[in-house]
């Protein structure tokens, strides 16, 4: 069986930055050992897959796999996914995407069709203060506001962009923890906000561009902030900007995609 498939960098405005994602189009589900053994040799932090929805609800139906787990919601390989789908059909303006726990997704163009721009609406996942046992000394800092939202994520709010960017987890201590993300945040310099994401416990230590991470630090941020809308970029050492912006229970992320391989998956 020969199965095609695009490797997109996503949040990337030039390719080897953003974060990387497999975009794998299939006719129907295959077996979920099978799926997470193609995400394992894809070995990118994310393989997404489709396949045409048939309940109507969308356009697509859409599951992400990590090398080593299904996740519940990723946002870059959802961008990725619907970079894709549009750049294959210059006369469509969106696509949907439903999931499995993060409901239905939508990606649309957010531009001039060649720039690649796309908005893509995430659900919001607003923290709210929690203590999170042994975080801080996982993360290595000695101070930080803790936050933590249900589905998996953790918020440390840090003083400055310097604190983020001085970061050095110890891996096996947060992956103990137990949670999807641990997310680490301070106000700006270049941008509004700054942030880094660890994720051992899905079998990634540092993730480049992490939109799902958005979906908690946008309606932190625009609450702290006092406005809707800022720019926000994490600093991974691919690194990537995201344009952030809070609508009701939805974020709303802005970012350019570009394809680097196209190709077939021979199973």
């Known amino acids: 069986m020969k199965l095609p498939f695009a490797q997109i960098d996503a949040f990337a405005d030039r390719a080897f930055t953003g974060n990387q994602a497999a975009v794998m189009p299939l006719g129907e589900w295959l077996a979920d050992e099978v799926l997470q053994a193609i995400a394992e040799e894809n070995n990118v932090a994310e393989t997404a897959f489709i396949i045409p929805d048939a309940s109507g609800a969308a356009d697509f139906e859409l599951r992400w796999f990590t090398p080593a787990v299904e996740v519940a919601l990723c946002g870059h390989a959802t961008l990725a ?3 894709f789908v549009l ?3 210059p006369a ?4 949907t995407f439903r999931t499995r726990k993060a409901g239905i997704l939508e990606v649309r163009r957010d531009g001039p069709k060649e720039n690649a721009a796309y908005a893509m609406a995430l659900p919001a996942y607003p923290p709210e203060p929690a203590e999170v046992p042994g975080l801080l000394d996982a993360l290595g800092v ?12 953790d918020l440390t709010v840090l003083e400055s ?4 960017l001085a970061v050095r ?4 201590a947060l992956a103990a923890i137990g949670h999807t993300l641990n997310i680490v945040t301070a106000p700006g310099t270049g941008t509004d906000v700054i942030s880094r994401v660890f994720a051992p416990a899905a079998g990634i230590d540092e993730d480049p561009v992490t939109g799902s991470a958005h979906s ?3 309606p932190y941020w625009a609450k702290r902030l006092g406005r809707d809308t800022f720019s926000a970029f994490q600093a991974s050492k691919r690194g990537g900007h995201v344009a952030c912006g809070l609508a009701g229970d939805k974020v709303i992320l802005g970012g350019t995609c570009v394809t680097v391989i196209v190709g077939e ?3």
């Open 161 to 164: 962009a310097e604190a983020v």
């Open 216 to 218: 908690v630090l946008t």
């Open 142 to 153: 000695g101070l930080g506001e803790t936050l933590y939202h249900p589905n998996g994520y």
């Open 81 to 83: 996914s619907g970079h």
């Open 87 to 89: 750049s294959a059909d």
């Open 265 to 267: 998956f021979a199973l």
């Open 92 to 95: 469509r303006e969106g696509v």
């Open 169 to 172: 987890p110890d891996f096996k």
